[in-house]
């Protein structure tokens, strides 16, 4: 959820900066990423920011529409006036990495573990901060779960059977519910893990020449230049290691 909102705010930084761009497709670029922000970007997605533990050297609430959003969600979560002084406490912890959070195991955890998850696994000094966070992060960025739920709504009610809506969203929600439930409880079930850091490193490492295909690529061009070579000037075809090390070693080396 966190993700998200930076990853959005630094395409800008890359358009900008981009030499792919005419001045007028920069500009329709920066338009079309501006329009869907305004979209995607709602204060479920500015707190998923905040309580984010990948962007704890980051000074989240200092920006004042990020700040507000992450307050509006706190004040419809934590309803309760006498829970908030508590909260802010917790928050201050957090954010200052005292406790727990300051701690190897928790840092180290930050680059390898989802977000709810690491929130699960280190928030309990925090209980507060902690169901907030858990409630905030583990929301789905992305259309899929309306679109599933609406496969679903569309699969309960029809025309033959007409359900009022309360009684459909009801049916709706235990069905969604028991089938979640079902698929977690397999053995074999695996959270998917998108490591959003990592993504850029892979592809450098990916593009980098592997030594065993440069070898062979090296061993091809040897034996087609034999091939081309030798017939034409000796005039045979059949193989010999000594003509192959006299003529087409040399000839590699001095051109390639």
Not at 97 to 124: E, L, M
Not at 129 to 147: F, M, N, P, W
């Amino acid at each position: 959820m966190g993700q998200l909102d930076w990853r959005c705010a630094q395409l800008y930084e890359v358009v900008d900066s981009s030499s792919l761009f005419t001045p007028a497709k920069r500009k329709a670029v920066s338009a079309a990423i501006k329009h869907r922000r305004g979209i995607m970007h709602t204060d479920m997605h500015r707190a998923g920011y905040v309580l984010d533990p990948a962007f704890l050297s980051h000074d989240t609430l200092a920006d004042e529409t990020v700040a507000d959003s992450f307050y509006n969600v706190v004040e419809k979560l934590i309803p309760e006036a006498d829970a908030r002084g508590p909260f802010r406490n917790e928050l201050e912890k957090y954010r200052q990495q005292q406790g727990i959070f300051a701690r190897s195991i928790a840092q180290d955890a930050i680059k390898t573990t989802p977000a709810h998850v690491w929130w699960n696994s280190y928030g309990a000094t925090t209980p507060l901060l902690q169901k907030l966070a858990i409630k905030v992060l583990s929301r789905g960025v992305s259309a899929c779960a309306c679109e599933r739920n609406w496969s679903t709504y569309d699969f309960i009610h029809s025309k033959r059977r007409n359900l009022r809506p309360g009684r459909a969203n009801d049916l709706v929600y235990v069905f969604s519910n028991l089938r979640l439930a079902k698929r977690i409880q397999d053995l074999d079930y695996q959270e998917v893990v998108l490591d959003w850091s990592d993504s850029e490193e892979e592809e450098e490492e990916d593009s980098k020449p592997q030594p065993l295909l440069c070898y062979l690529s090296v061993l091809y061009i040897l034996f087609a230049l034999y091939a081309v070579v030798v017939p034409n000037t000796l005039k045979t075809d059949k193989f010999d290691i000594n003509v192959f090390l006299a003529t087409i070693l040399p000839l590699f080396c001095q051109y390639f």
